[in-house]
């Protein structure tokens, strides 16, 4: 049985556990039996299986699933996608659903691009529209509201076309530099700290003047963390615009038939970069390629991910998470792969997450009927830095790659595989065609054996896999996250601490040193292979993605890692080349967000802590945009 080590019990017992008493092994028995309920003929075997994989540390859940388990209103389910029509009736209803959901711990994904454009005229009232933009505004308030409220961060994900008229509004509302002026600096200021004494201010508005970039500097890392700053926000691109962007063309903006602007395609495209180069966001989500991959292309459109990307979902879906371990799996007589146990642990954990459906307690009826009509869920991988690092394959070579695609492509066909199985038990998806779902883009890469499969008996999910960051839950399991390379051989964990008997708090900070590479230096094994992820070159970054992407009939959740001083320019032009081979892409460059958590150490400073005493042993997830898996 696993044991996690002492960080990842404090972790587990603060997020996860029924309560502070509740051991790893109660906590699995707890999940399995209530996920177990789903079955009615073969409960005890199921509610056994389900405890073998998780207590082994084969197969973990989602974060939303330990939590919720055994409790009375407890939703399992991590983030849905509600959509937003272009209506008074139909602000409101978004908002309505965004607040239920919420009230649940759920995040909230939204395509705003239906909202018509902000001055074009509304018939009946002779008013003009305010804009996607504004619709935006009020959702984010909405999420501040609720933290206001004393519950937990709203997790948001709002996206935009690039072909709405709006784009430009939404891209400069959270990042635009050019609309700090010595005016606005002033009320920016004010309004930031209510009761700072007018001398204060005037030394700022001085040092302004005298420094221009250093308070806009300051004042941008504000801007961002205020302007919707509740939400991850997007750009909704296709293939399309690839193309436009290449070929030097505008993009025309229309509503109703008619031109309302048009600008240069590329003039939007450095817009994008620039920002999501200065500060994380936005992200790019290729809804063009989402669809084309789509398995239920004739019943539903995907409009939109999760606040951190891994699924596309159409209107009303909801993501359904779980990942295998994959450090877990590794023979330690030989270092290889298990491939065995990992279709093992594939099958069974395709069955937990199909039940997981049927045991939820969904927000909204809507959400209720469409993913039982789909039944679409998230099985992923987290521990592939570990595994590979393990097996002494580099995360950033070829060798290291091929193995990747290899484990991939096994757990795609066992997975579609274990899906057909519980589709001859209990039946396919309501809105299974068996001619059309084998149409979809996806299905074309199934192997014949498994189309075959699929025509014989159905499928019983719509999709299957996804790629999650699986933040706290890897830490939890004591492994690197989704298919992150390792963060750093150790790290320097900064947080806020109480002072004794005082009001005030301050910045403390702990040594952390990756479990992985404890084992490894005391075992004295080469360490060669431990690459981190700051050490990897941005186009090994996309490259390991893309591959990956090949394998996932959902999305991939993954950081692209930039050094703070990487060329703009140079990232541009890598984007452009690997984003129309991805459904989503995400940077973070180092630094970028002011403070950072957590910091990496060296291989050589990671040593010497563990030389010393006071360290603790636990893993650590690349940065994370979605929020929801805080550390």
């Known amino acids: 049985m696993y044991e996690p080590t002492d960080f990842a019990d404090t972790i587990f017992r603060q997020r996860y556990a029924l309560n502070h008493e509740e051991s790893w092994e109660q906590a699995c028995e707890r999940v399995a039996k209530h996920i177990s309920s789903a079955e009615n003929g073969n409960r005890d075997k199921w509610s056994n299986r389900f405890k073998e994989v998780m207590v082994t540390n084969r197969f973990i859940p989602g974060g939303r699933i330990w939590y919720g388990s055994g409790r009375l209103k407890g939703q399992l389910l991590n983030c849905f996608v509600v959509p937003a029509d272009d209506s008074r009736e139909g602000w409101g209803k978004t908002v309505s659903d965004m607040l239920v959901i919420s009230g649940t711990g759920g995040g909230v994904g939204i395509n705003f691009s239906p909202i018509r454009p902000r001055g074009t005229p509304i018939r009946g009232t002779g008013g003009q529209a305010t804009g996607a933009v504004s619709l935006m505004e009020v959702i984010n308030q909405t999420g501040?509201?609720?933290?206001?409220?004393?519950?937990?961060?709203?997790?948001?994900?709002?996206?935009?076309?690039?072909?709405?008229?709006?784009?430009?509004?939404?891209?400069?509302?959270?990042?635009?530099?050019?609309?700090?002026?010595?005016?606005?600096?002033?009320?920016?200021?004010?309004?930031?700290?209510?009761?700072?004494?007018?001398?204060?201010?005037?030394?700022?508005?001085?040092?302004?003047?005298?420094?221009?970039?250093?308070?806009?500097?300051?004042?941008?890392?504000?801007?961002?963390?205020?302007?919707?700053?509740?939400?991850?926000?997007?750009?909704?691109?296709?293939n399309e615009f690839f193309d436009k962007i290449k070929n030097d063309e505008d993009i025309v903006f229309e509503w109703n038939n008619k031109e309302v602007n048009r600008i240069p395609a590329k003039e939007v495209w450095d817009i994008i970069v620039y920002n999501s180069w200065e500060s994380g966001e936005p992200g790019i989500l290729n809804q063009g390629l989402a669809n084309e991959m789509n398995?239920?292309?004739?019943?539903?459109?995907?409009?939109?991910?999760?606040?951190?990307?891994?699924?596309?979902?159409?209107?009303?879906?909801?993501?359904?998470?779980?990942?295998i371990n994959l450090v877990s799996h590794i023979n330690p007589e030989t270092n290889e792969i298990d491939w065995d146990m990992l279709a093992d642990s594939v099958t069974v954990g395709v069955r937990f997450l199909d039940d997981v459906l049927d045991v939820n307690i969904y927000p909204l009826p809507e959400i209720e009927k469409n993913c039982q009509n789909v039944r679409r869920i998230g099985l992923g991988?987290?521990?592939?830095?570990?595994?590979?690092?393990?097996?002494?394959?580099?995360?950033?070579?070829?060798?290291?790659?091929?193995?990747?695609?290899?484990?991939?492509?096994?757990?795609?066909?066992?997975?579609?595989?274990?899906?057909?199985?519980?589709?001859?038990?209990?039946?396919?998806?309501?809105?299974?065609?068996?001619?059309?779902?084998?149409?979809?883009?996806?299905?074309?890469?199934?192997?014949?054996?498994?189309?075959?499969?699929?025509?014989?008996?159905?499928?019983?999910?719509?999709?299957?896999?996804?790629?999650?960051?699986?933040?706290?839950?890897?830490?939890?399991a004591g492994t690197s996250s989704g298919i992150e390379p390792v963060f750093s051989p150790g790290y320097k964990r900064r947080y806020y601490a109480d002072v004794e008997d005082s009001n005030e708090r301050q910045i403390e900070e702990e040594v952390v040193i990756d479990p992985l590479f404890q084992k490894l230096y005391e075992e004295g094994y080469d360490l060669s292979a431990f690459v981190s992820a700051h050490e990897i070159s941005v186009e090994d970054h996309l490259r390991m993605q893309i591959i990956v992407q090949k394998h996932i009939d959902n999305a991939v959740s993954k950081t692209i890692n930039l050094p703070q001083d990487y060329p703009v320019e140079k990232y541009g032009n890598l984007l452009l080349k690997y984003a129309p081979m991805c459904k989503g892409n995400t940077v973070y460059r180092s630094g970028s967000r002011g403070n950072e958590p957590l910091v990496p150490l060296s291989v050589e400073d990671a040593l010497t802590h563990l030389e010393s005493q006071g360290i603790l042993i636990g893993s650590a997830m690349s940065d994370c945009m979605g929020g929801i898996c805080e550390v």
Not at 150 to 162: E, I, N, P, S
Not at 428 to 436: A, G, I, L, N, Y
Request: hydrophobic fraction near 35%; charge should be neutral; aromatic fraction near 10%.
């Open 144 to 238: 501040e509201v609720i933290k206001a409220g004393g519950g937990r961060r709203t997790a948001l994900m709002q996206c935009l076309r690039y072909d709405h008229a709006d784009i430009m509004e939404f891209l400069s509302k959270k990042f635009n530099r050019c609309e700090l002026t010595e005016e606005n600096v002033s009320q920016l200021i004010m309004e930031t700290y209510p009761n700072l004494p007018k001398e204060a201010l005037d030394n700022i508005l001085e040092r302004y003047n005298e420094d221009v970039e250093s308070v806009i500097q300051t004042l941008v890392k504000y801007q961002l963390d205020q302007r919707l700053k509740n939400a991850n926000v997007s750009v909704l691109v296709d």
């Open 381 to 476: 991988i987290m521990g592939l830095g570990h595994c590979l690092i393990k097996m002494g394959y580099r995360y950033d070579n070829t060798e290291g790659r091929k193995m990747v695609e290899k484990i991939m492509n096994y757990i795609k066909k066992r997975a579609y595989e274990a899906s057909t199985y519980i589709a001859a038990e209990k039946g396919p998806f309501p809105v299974f065609d068996t001619e059309k779902f084998l149409e979809s883009g996806f299905c074309k890469t199934l192997t014949k054996g498994i189309r075959a499969k699929i025509r014989e008996y159905g499928i019983r999910n719509c999709a299957l896999l996804t790629i999650a960051p699986t933040g706290t839950t890897s830490i939890v």
């Open 295 to 323: 398995n239920i292309w004739y019943y539903k459109k995907l409009i939109s991910t999760n606040p951190c990307g891994e699924i596309w979902l159409e209107p009303y879906g909801c993501c359904d998470l779980g990942a």
